[in-house]
């Protein structure tokens, strides 16, 4: 388990998403932390309002993510059949 994230501004002067924010931040495991501060970096380039980090995102597939493959059945597309 990953130490507990000194808060960066005394607790006083954050306003109460902040607070709510780092608190479940810190009850996440290094994955799942990670996953939120990805989605926060699209959030926050997505509304222009903070440059983000220039790292390269590394390529995922479905095997990565343990997803299966469909099959050829589910893959076509079945059409209506006339009425």
């Known amino acids: 388990m990953q130490p507990p994230i000194a808060p960066l501004t005394p607790p006083s002067s954050r306003s109460a998403d902040e607070r709510k924010l780092s608190r479940l931040f810190r009850a996440l495991d290094g994955q799942s932390r990670q996953t939120l501060l990805d989605f926060a970096e699209f959030l926050a380039a997505r509304s ?10 590394t390529e995922l597939t479905s095997q990565d993510l343990g997803i299966p493959k469909p099959s050829i059945l589910e893959q076509s597309v079945r059409e209506p059949r006339p009425a």
């Open 48 to 57: 222009g309002d903070i440059e983000t980090t220039t790292e390269t995102p």
